[in-house]
Structure formats: structure tokens, C-alpha cells
Nanobody, 123 residues
Framework: QVQVVESGGGLVQPGESLRLSCSAS????????VGWFRQAPGKEREGVAC????????IYVDSVRGRFAVADDSGKNTVYLQMDSLKPEDTAVYYC????????????????WGQGTQVTVSS
């Protein structure tokens, strides 16, 4: 049985950093396209970042480019989302998802989703 789990969320002040982790059991993350999504209250879920199976050239939504970074640790079967210079508008539940293997991660239909982790940015 496949299980994807996010962790690392919390409450931080504007300008601070968080690192979210996405780990999985029942699948090898390195063999999957991995996407990060978020959903704020009253808003639709949006794609934040994704990375293909060769783990280079990740894609970021404009609002986070330059502040967020996706990284892979195959040894721990984990993909991270490093979030720096956080803003109040980054407040949301963040989800990780694993999808079919592609070099280009844009437009991938994801198969496995985590339960989400809350990120709150507030002074």
C-alpha cells in the first residue's frame, strides 16, 4: 500500500524559513515525478513546484520562484520543499504528490497524495 506523508509545517513569522518533507512508503520517490501544491482557505488548490525524474530543472509558480526550492534525497526516499523569505500569502495547507515518471513535470496527473501539512506565516 502506497502512502505519501508530508511534514515540517508550522507557524513562522514573515521572512522566516521552513523546510517541508515528503516521504513515501510503498514506492521509490526517485522513480516518480513529484509535485508540491497548496490550498489556502477559500481558494483553489494551486501547483507550487514540481520536479521530474531526472531531478533537475524544477518548475516553480511565479509567486514562489527565487524563494522556494525543491530538493531530493534518494537515500531517505524524501523530497523537500525549502521555503525561504516566507510571506503571509504563503499561508496554506501544503500537499505533496507523486506521479508517473516524466522528465518534464508540468501538467502531470498525480496518482498519490499526502494528507497535507499546515504552513502559517503571521506576525
Amino acid at each position: 500500500q502506497v502512502q505519501v506523508v508530508e511534514s515540517g509545517g508550522g507557524l513562522v513569522q514573515p521572512g522566516e524559513s521552513l523546510r517541508l518533507s515528503c516521504s513515501a512508503s510503498g514506492l521509490t520517490m526517485r522513480s516518480y515525478t513529484v509535485g508540491w501544491f497548496r490550498q489556502a482557505p477559500g481558494k483553489e488548490r494551486e501547483g507550487v513546484a514540481c520536479i521530474g525524474i531526472n531531478r533537475d530543472d524544477p518548475i516553480y509558480v511565479d509567486s514562489v520562484r527565487g524563494r522556494f526550492a525543491v530538493a531530493d534525497d534518494s537515500g531517505k526516499n524524501t523530497v523537500y520543499l525549502q521555503m525561504d523569505s516566507l510571506k503571509p500569502e504563503d499561508t496554506a495547507v501544503y500537499y505533496c504528490a507523486a506521479g508517473p515518471p516524466h522528465y518534464y513535470c508540468g501538467g502531470v496527473a498525480y496518482d498519490y497524495w499526502g494528507q497535507g501539512t499546515q504552513v502559517t506565516v503571521s506576525s
